[in-house]
């Protein structure tokens, strides 16, 4: 079969040499051949220059970053304060053992907010002040020159609040069996 198309081919040379693409289109061709950016072999890069405005600028700006950071530094470590432990072992658990007791006898007193808010509103005063004089005394503990002392005056704070919280519940329990009492007395008459 392939001899029979070349020998076809060749009967008919003359028929398929006889299409030729116009010269415009080679002339369009051509022009865009020419138009055509030629492909860079090699970009050379500028060397960038900085005006010194611009270097004292970004050199300023990183001064007060830096600036601020420190400083923030510096509060968030003083903030931290000392730790309890490092003074004394022992007042530092008895510090542990009362704070969580306060906060425990706390959340008890919480639950008389619901009950009767004005009672919860006066026993929240007196805790709010003892609690006022433990923070002035935690904040002082750091510049104390007799830290164990400070400590010492903090423990016997968190008792004192321990005491009062106490003496709270204790007052609530005996307002609730006083009603018990009452609305026992109502229901007999």
């Known amino acids: 079969m392939s001899k029979r198309l070349e020998d076809f081919m060749k009967a008919n040379k003359d028929e398929f040499n006889d299409l030729e ?30 005006s010194l405005g611009f270097v004292l600028r970004v050199a300023a700006s990183v001064i007060v970053v830096m600036g601020v950071c420190f400083v923030l530094y510096l ?13 004394n072992p022992a007042y530092a658990k008895q510090q542990m053992h009362y704070a969580s007791l306060v906060q425990t006898k706390r959340n008890e007193l919480k639950t008389v907010a619901k009950i009767d808010p004005q009672l ?25 020159p007799n830290q164990e002392r400070t400590l010492r005056a903090m423990i016997r704070n968190l008792q004192i609040q321990t005491e009062v919280l106490n003496q709270q519940l204790n007052v609530i329990e005996q307002f609730k069996e006083l009603k018990k009492e009452q609305k026992n007395e109502i229901k007999n008459i």
Do not use: C, V
């Open 75 to 87: 509060r968030k470590s003083r903030n931290q304060g000392i730790e309890l432990a490092d003074i």
């Open 21 to 50: 693409p116009r010269m415009e289109l080679w002339d369009s061709i051509e022009q865009k051949l020419n138009l055509a950016p030629e492909p860079e072999k090699t970009k050379k890069r500028e060397a960038k220059t900085f």
């Open 120 to 144: 919860y509103h006066e026993f929240s005063k007196e805790i709010a002040k003892m609690d006022s004089a433990y923070t002035r005394l935690k904040g002082d503990l750091a510049t104390s």
